[in-house]
Every structure is written in C-alpha cells, then in structure tokens.
C-alpha cells in the first residue's frame, strides 16, 4: 500500500526537465514534506503524483497500479489535492466549497444528497471550522480558507492527500492549526505529502522529508537527518547553521555572519 | 464582537434564496400578462381574458393570440436564453464580465441574417442561417482553441479572432448591399427587436430553449465544479475539457437560437446573470432559473417600452445600451465601494 513515483522525468520544455529521475513513496500514516529551492520540481512532483500530469519517464504507482491508467474518478476517489491557491471568483458557501469534494463519488448527473452533506460536516469538524458552514469563501481569512479545502480535500475519502504549500502566507498560529490538523489526519492513517518553503515546520511537524535540488533527489529521510546545513547550503545556496542542543536540530536559520546582507 | 461581525457576512440562507429563486421564476407571468393589453390598442384585462376563452371579438382575438402573445413569449424566451447562457458562460470562464457572446456566436449570426436578407430567403431563412451562422461561428472559435492548446485564455483570444473575422465579412456584405431594401434590413436587424414575431418563429425557439435550460439545470452542479481553477476540477476527477465544451455548446445553442428571432440585443447577458447571483448565490441550481426569470421579466418590459413608448419601435439593442450602462456602473460603484471583487 502506497503512493509511489518511480524515476519521475518531467520537461515543460523538451530538452529542459525540471524533474530528472525522481523517486519517492508515501505509505498510510506517512507524513512527507517536500523541500527545495523555487524552481526545484516541487509542484511538478506533487501534480505528477495527483495524476494531474504525465510524465515523460518514470511511473505513478497507487498501490502498484499505474495512476495513469485510473479513470479521472476513480483516481479522484483515491488521491486528494489541495492546491496553493483556489480561486474563488464566485461567493460559495463553505459547506459548498466542502462538498465540492464528493463529486468522484456522484454520477455525472447527481447532486450531493443528504449523506454527502453530512461528511461535508464531518470533514468540518476534523479541521475545525464547523461553526462557518453557511459563510461565503472569499470572506474568509486565509487560514481559513487553507482549512477549508483540506476539508474538501476530507470530504473526498481519499487515503493519500497531496498538499502544496499548506503553510504559505498563514501567520504561525495559523501555520500551526493547520500543520497540526494534517499531523493529526497523517496519524489517523492518511498519507500525506506536503511542499513547504520551511525546513523547521518539516522538523516540528514532519515524519520524513525529500529535499530537491534542480528536479533531482538531494537527501531523503528522517527531518533531522536530512535538515543538516550543508545539505540544506546545497540545495538553497546559502549558508545555514542548526541551532538547539539535543539529538538533532531544534532550527534552522541562515547563517548571517557568512557575508549574508 | 468577532461573533456578530461573522453574522453579518453570513452568506443568506439556503431557504431564503431557493424563495427568491422560486419568486423570480414566476415574475415573468404577471409582466407577461400585462404585456398582452399594453399597446396601441389598449385592451382592459377582461378584453384579454375574454380573448383566451374565446369570448372577444375576432380582430381582439386575432391581435391578442396571433400578435401580442408570439411577441411577448418570444421577448420572454429571448431573455431567459441569455440570461441562462450569460451566467453559463460566467462560470465556464471563471469571469463575471463575460457573457455568451464571447466566442462570436452574434458575429457570426449577424453574417448568417445578412447572407439571408442579400439572398432574399424570407424570415425562416434569416432565422435559419442566422442560428447556424451563431453556430458555427463558437464552432470555430472553439476549434481554433483547441488548436491553440485548449485552455481558457486561448478561447477567449480565438473567440476574438472569430468575431473580428466575421465582422469583416458582415461588414463586406454590407459594403455590396442594395443600398435602399437589403441594407436597411440588415441594420435594423442588428439592432435588434421583436416586431412581427409569428408563433412559427416562437416554436424552435421555445423547443431549443426548453431542451437548453434543462440539460443546464441537469448539469448545474457540474457546472459550479467548474467554476474552479483547471487544476482543482481536475483532481476532483472532473472531465473539465469536455464539460466545458459540452456547456458552451449548451449557451452558445441557446444564444444561437434567441439572436436568430430578435436579432442582437446585449447586456442582458451580461447584466442579468449578476443580478440574480447577487439575490440567490452562485450554486448554479437556483442561478440558473433565477437568470431565467429575471432575464424574461427585463426583455419583456423593454420590448413594452420599444413598442409602446414612442409611434415607431425603438431598437431593443438601443434600450438594452441606454439601460445598461448605468447599471453597470451603478452594480460596480456598489462592489468598489463594498469593497470586494466581482461575487
């Protein structure tokens, strides 16, 4: 049982692959963080492993079947996304926005009924915002608005949940609630991956971390073995220093005293 | 505080909007009503009941049920068709600013009318080609998009090209028109109106409408799917390039069909669609129908007021422009001042 990609190569333009050779897994219960520079493959990964690109080498296996050969629905039914941003050009509902998520589970013609409304709930209430059904989306703060389409992403009953940025632009309470709510759901046994630009929220939150540099794996593993600041040098061009006492470290900051302006 | 505020912005309920849904579905019955004894010859209600029970006198019967009611139910269906195909092509296009017009469907019927008017084909044949002009103008928009790689933008940059293309040949036939008949036809029918609409105009009409607004409202939780981001419709395990195709043909139909009889008239599917978004939310089940209504209630009372206000018609594209751009305006000072985006 897992999400696989097995030698992932990716070019938007031929002859320039932004990913080379990639190869990851993630289990039920897993909780991945995805790290590297802008630019690195992150997202490309991410979408290559949604099914929602092919790519030009390599395999996406779901539990050893080929993504690419599941029918939208049924790849729907077993792989989430949430995507950095959502637009929100029309003032939807939150319980709209939610059951949005029930679609792999209705025919072409259906409407969410009664029992998907109530896993709409259901996916409120794990992430916490049961008490903003009835708000329109684009009055929400983004934390909030982060929140709810992971709820979506809930309300699709998928076992594996691919995340892009889930902490951008959110303040660190707000990073917090919702680093921990998918810490929570990765526990409860979902597998998760999830880019970030952060390397101590992969430390404080993660289980494993794939650092890239230049579409191609730099580091794999546990957060502390991986998070060492030559690595971390290597894959941003800066120098990092580990700060905290203890087994591993405790934060990574930019080493400002190496001629950083 | 944060409580109360939450409140305030709570988006009204479902219950309440369903009633207003419902509410403008049937606004265009009393308009239609009253439609029927407003005219040159004023009829009182009891002349127009009488005239539908076979009671009235045959020239009331004959203007009541051969004249008054084609008109009125084809300025009603006009409006629900672009109405409804107006906020179908809002949602598809992620872009409240849009309406079906985009991919050319009025360039390309006001070429198919004008063939048919230098052609001398008659009224069926002005109604005729201009739907399949409509037709197969998106058509090609559509295609030359999907050559261009399919995404939205290209679309829109083909349905350009479409309307730029066959303005030019509209304008080419105009150019070698009879000057004093043919010419006159053609501009008259661009700015669109209803005068002389015959029940045998109204029956295609009302066919491809009903056939339209149904498969939209069947569709109409699909279509608020794709409302979302390419990417996110996708992960949802949408076919969003075939819904979206499926959808515009479904607008570009009925647009087709409601140019063919009144000629172009716009703003109402631009206008209208944001109006009813404003009282029943954007879930496409209650828009929908709600777009319907409201679009049959305005284009019926424009068409009383470009028959009825002055002793010659006034265009129906004339009013729709001298009536919507100030509510245009008026809609866009009220979302900078709330200060949102288009909702």
Redesign the interface.
Known sequence: MSLEARGLTYAYVPGKPVLQGVSLAVAPGDFVFLLGANGSGKTTLLECLGGLRLPQEGTVLLDGRPVAQLAPRERAKRIAYVPQFAEAVFAFTVEELVLFGRAPHLGPWGRPGPRDREKARQALALVGLEGLVERAVPTLSGGEKRLALIARALAQEAPYLLLDEPDAHLDPAHQHRVLAVVRALAREGLGVLATTHNPNAALVYGGRVVLLRAGRTLGAGAPAAVLRPELLEAAYGIPFRAVGDGPGPQALLPRLDEGLT | MRAAL?GA???P?RVRRAALCALLVVLPLPVLFASLFLGRAGLDPGQVLGAFLGRAEPTVRNLVLRVRLPRAVAAALVGADLAVAGAAFQ?VF???LVESRILGVSAGAGLGAALAMVLRSGPAGVQILAFGGGLAAAALAASLGAAFGGGLLVLVLSGILVNSFFSALLGLIKYFADPYVQLPGITFWLMGGLPAVLWREVLPLAIVSGMGLALLL?????L??L???E??A??????VRRLRLGVIALGTLLTAAAVSVSGIVGWVGLLVPHAA?ALV???H?LLLPAAAGLGAAVLLLLDNVARTAFATEIPLDILTGLLGVPVFFALFMRQIQRG????
Request: charged share 20%.
């Open positions: 939450r912005v709570r988006a309920g949602g992620h872009n409240p069947l569709l109409s939780w699909r608020n799917l409302t979302l981001s990417a996110e996708q992960a949802l395990g949408l076919p978004r939310g954007p879930d089940l949102g985006g288009w909702r």
